[in-house]
T-cell receptor, first 113, second 114 residues
Framework: GQQLNQSPQSMFIQEGEDVSMNCTSS?????WLWYKQDPGEGPVLLIA?????ELTSNGRLTAQFGITRKDSFLNISASIPSDVGIYFC?????????????FGTGTLLAVQP | ETGVTQTPRHLVMGMTNKKSLKCEQH?????MYWYKQSAKKPLELMFV???????ENNSVPSRFSPECPNSSHLFLHLHTLQPEDSALYLC?????????????FGEGSRLTVL
């Protein structure tokens, strides 16, 4: 089945630093989603991309399609301690079903105050 | 508080036990899901229910038995599990039509099989 590979697997940064992570697949997708999972919680949707070439921001977070539409990037500016968590990308499952998401392997972010 | 409540939060069971996980959503959604989250593996979709009807069984072993009595409640009945079934089981809900891919997850039930 489809696999989404995220890199890096983990990041340990200082508060205030900018962060960039990406997600790649072997197929083209026209919808990319980024979720965050806080420790002890379920994932929460952060940003959704629905149009090729789209760049979407949500506060300090920015997500965009890659040029080939086989990848997506998530950037966090001026990180703060509450940014700690696991970030997952997700794409629609078989037939473009957005209610049957495929999730990536995750990027663990740790922020040192 | 996401509007999706899972109980119990933690469960330890032997391989011969029978237990159930419960999920309740207060968001008025009409689709509910079970996902499995294991260490170092992506979230795996297990079951999907739309309007109480099962629309997806992602090749899940029969020792996991879902039940959806109404659009607000979802159960996962567990019996004769294996140690490799130890994981975090996440319930989620969403709207079926016009879905944007936004799932609302509960906090999960951490299952340990001895």
């Amino acid at each position: 089945g489809q696999q989404l590979n995220q890199s890096p697997q983990s990041m340990f940064i200082q508060e205030g630093e900018d962060v960039s992570m990406n997600c790649t697949s072997s197929s083209i997708f026209n919808t990319w989603l980024w979720y965050k999972q806080d420790p002890g919680e379920g994932p929460v949707l952060l940003i959704a991309l629905y149009k090729a070439g789209e760049l979407t921001s949500n506060g300090r977070l920015t997500a965009q399609f890659g040029i080939t539409r086989k990848d997506s990037f998530l950037n966090i500016s001026a990180s703060i301690p509450s940014d700690v968590g696991i970030y997952f990308c997700a794409v629609p499952g078989r037939g473009g079903a957005t209610n049957k998401l495929i999730f990536g392997t995750g990027t663990l972010l740790a922020v040192q105050p | 508080e996401t509007g999706v409540t899972q109980t119990p939060r933690h469960l330890v069971m032997g391989m011969t036990n029978k237990k159930s996980l419960k999920c309740e959503q207060h968001l008025g959604h009409n689709a509910m899901y079970w996902y499995k989250q294991s260490a170092k593996k992506p979230l795996e979709l297990m079951f999907v229910y739309n309007f109480k009807e099962q629309t997806e069984n992602n090749s899940v072993p029969s020792r996991f038995s879902p039940e959806c009595p109404n659009s607000s409640h979802l159960f996962l009945h567990l019996h004769t599990l294996q140690p490799e079934d130890s994981a975090l089981y996440l319930c989620a809900s969403s709207q079926v039509s016009g879905t944007t891919g936004e799932l609302f997850f509960g906090e999960g039930s951490r299952l340990t099989v001895l």
